[in-house]
């Protein structure tokens, strides 16, 4: 039982591992790439054609690949940074291509919901599109985003969870070896209570946050 505890736990903190370090990577992408979309497309304030048909397919094509597939098929390039495809760290590498289109889109939406009256007012005041983008369409728009950020961490731990069928660390691994390989239902169950409640937890503080940022603005 011992044993088994200290398996769990590891398992868990890989999980956690895994997450925030792809969460914060893919943030950033997200970001750069969700606020792309939404000033350079047709009629707002970095109107750019070439640059809007070049990121809108990027994504779509990233977004459209499941993710235990392109696990396996950025394998050589996982190899290529991190010197391995096994293990917790190698798995970060495609978890980070998979959120951050996925993350830039739910950032795209939460823009596009910002009134064209608070950016008509901004340009009218003589903001420049960088001040417009970072004084005005994020922080209207801040309040959306952790929703955002909150929908793309529990999309993170599904895909950790599957990341664990090709040794990728964490509670799918865990499930997998321990629970399906070896036929504990209950290794199975706990991983998953386990799994429903970190969701849970997470869904739980960003509804807290959206709601006392909303309250503030």
Do not use: C
């Not at 790439?33 to 009629?43: A, E, F, P, Y």
């Not at 991983?191 to 959206?210: D, F, K, P, R, S």
Request: net charge positive.
């Amino acid at each position: 039982m011992e044993v088994s505890t200290q398996i769990i736990v590891k398992a868990v903190w890989d999980t956690l591992y895994m997450v925030s370090v792809s969460l914060f990577f893919g943030s950033i992408i997200g970001i750069l790439l969700g606020i792309l979309l939404v000033v350079t497309r047709k009629g707002h304030i970095l109107e750019n054609k070439f640059i809007f048909n070049l990121v809108n397919p990027v994504v779509n094509i990233f977004r459209s690949i499941p993710f235990i597939i392109l696990l396996v098929a950025i394998i050589p390039f996982t190899r290529l940074l991190v010197g391995t495809s096994i293990g917790t760290t190698a798995a970060i590498v495609p978890l980070v291509l998979h959120i951050g289109p996925y993350f830039s889109r739910l950032v795209e939406n939460s823009l596009l919901e910002v009134d064209e009256g608070i950016i008509e007012a901004a340009k009218a005041m003589g903001a420049s599109p960088f001040q417009i983008i970072y004084r005005f369409l994020i922080p209207e728009a801040f309040a959306s985003l952790i929703l955002s950020v909150t929908t793309a961490t529990i999309g993170l731990i599904g895909a950790t969870a599957m990341a664990g069928a090709i040794g990728g660390g964490g509670l799918g691994d865990v499930a997998i070896t321990y629970g399906y390989q070896r036929f504990s239902t209950i290794t199975i169950l706990v991983t998953v209570i386990i799994l429903v409640i970190m969701v849970q937890a997470i869904q739980g503080l960003g509804n807290i946050l959206e709601r006392k940022i909303r309250r503030v603005q």
